[in-house]
């Protein structure tokens, strides 16, 4: 019988063990931290033998093969051993892939934007009837679901990391946002490697699957350029002439998008949308071109994306203080990513960044940061990179080591009609478990100051 390990009792580790277990596998789970109690009930209920703070290496390298969570570094001591006995090591979305019996995938990805897109391609999907399940790195475990339920479309979001350990999979129709500089520290700080992480979305489609992509990305331009893809391409844009037979979306200069595939299109006022912004305007071409391409109909795409709420921690208004707006965009954990949250500010910005640095270049917000803030807080246990970018050309450059002596810090900065604008740029492990604690955290003293 066929021996499946599963590294990590997170989301992804869970449903990986559930399914190896419906399918007749013998199966051991083994997380070198605490597994979370719903997740130990639900290992418990379908008998799965798991194992916590710690590996046993002798089980571990029994396996046939091995489903690695995307959370764990290829540097780990127990990654590399497995390497070292050349066991086959893969994600939860190739082996969750293996069991989609007739069902179809949209697949998105990209530096920035792929939460909101993924959300809001689901709920264009569910509230045009369609029998449709959320996954990968938001929703339920996608493995967990091919287990459990019947499903004919999953909605994925995909990290790289995710990517990574993906090789026969093929999305019926991917999309890919954007490539920005992220994550550099997991692979080597190549940004050429990242690069082919991300390009893996579309790795295996065949003549009649669709690929989205932006094309004002000059990226992702040279990696098509490289590649022989040959797929129905859909691109969208904003600043880049664009013209593709199989379809494609693009923003005109009122702020209405036109997004066409075959015979259908959809046009879009992006003043009538509730999530504002250029970033937001490229997240509902793409969420509209996928629609598109699966086959929904353009006025139940127009209803959709007219009422789709902002995703928590994405520029999340989280409420006024002493005359000031308060924004939560604590899911900004890259430059380019806050690249955007900057654009988009029309108030003066108390600008609170920091965390831990990914590598990160900030040459590309200097000028924003000249621009429209006025007084920068840096909150995490090193602030040395940020002060040393942003000190003369942020007027007021504030050092601070926590989460309360940041938020005190800037609302004594902030002036009657500013913007406190939380967008770190950076990842949240030096003081917080993950950006939605941060985030979490953020908004809960806003609540209680406010009162």
């Known amino acids: 019988m066929k021996r499946i390990v599963v590294l990590g009792g997170g989301i992804s580790g869970y449903g990986s063990a559930i399914l190896a277990k419906k399918q007749g596998f013998e199966v051991f789970l083994s997380d070198a931290g ?163 992480a991300k390009m893996r979305i579309t790795q295996n489609q065949r003549a009649r699957d669709c690929f989205i992509y932006s094309a004002d990305d000059e990226v992702i331009r040279r990696e098509i350029g490289r590649r022989d893809l040959r797929m129905r391409q859909l691109p969208f844009a904003a600043r880049t002439a664009i013209a593709s037979g199989a379809g494609d979306a693009f923003l005109d200069g009122d702020g209405l998008f036109t997004a066409a595939v075959g015979r259908s299109s959809v046009e879009i006022d992006t003043a009538r949308m509730r999530i504002k912004g250029l970033h937001n305007a490229y997240n509902a071409m793409a969420a509209s071109l996928a629609a598109l391409a699966v086959g929904v109909e353009p006025e139940q795409i127009a ?40 654009e988009s500010m029309r108030k003066p910005v108390v600008w609170i960044a920091g965390g831990t640095d990914k590598g990160n270049d900030y040459a590309p ?38 989460l309360e002596e940041a938020l005190a810090a800037a609302r004594a900065a902030a002036r009657p009609g500013d913007a406190v604008l939380l967008s770190p740029a950076c990842a949240s492990f030096d003081l917080f478990k993950n950006y939605e604690n941060r985030g979490d955290l953020f908004k809960q003293w806003v609540a209680d100051h406010a009162k």
């Open 34 to 196: 605490r597994i979370a109690e719903r997740f130990r009930r639900e290992l418990d209920r379908w008998e799965v033998p798991y194992e916590e703070g710690g590996h046993t290496e002798a089980r571990i390298l029994a396996a046939s093969e091995v489903v690695k969570s995307p959370g764990i570094p290829e540097t780990a001591p127990i990654v590399q051993l497995i390497r070292e006995r050349e066991i086959p090591v893969i994600s939860e979305i190739e082996f969750a892939g293996r069991y989609l019996g007739g069902a179809r995938t949209v697949c998105v990805t990209g530096s920035n934007g792929k939460t909101t897109t993924t959300s809001l391609i689901y709920k264009i999907l569910r509230d045009a009837g369609m029998n449709v399940a959320l996954g990968g790195n938001i929703g339920e475990s996608f493995a967990y679901s091919v287990a459990t339920g019947q499903f004919d479309w999953y909605v994925l979001e995909l990290s790289s990391f995710q990517l990574d350990g993906m090789y026969r999979f093929r999305a019926d129709v991917a999309v890919l946002m954007n490539i920005t500089p992220d994550h550099l520290d997991r692979y080597d700080h190549s940004f050429e490697r990242y690069a082919d």
């Open 303 to 342: 209803r959709s994306v007219y009422d789709f709420a902002p995703v928590a921690h994405r520029l999340e208004p989280a409420g006024e203080l002493d005359g000031a707006e308060w924004i939560n965009d604590s899911k900004a954990t890259n430059v380019d990513s806050v690249w955007y949250a900057l």
């Open 365 to 402: 917000l200097l000028d924003f940061a000249r621009e429209k803030v006025h007084t920068l807080v840096c909150m995490g246990v090193d602030n040395r990179k940020l002060v040393a970018a942003f000190s003369g050309v942020v007027p007021h450059v504030i050092a601070t080591g926590s």
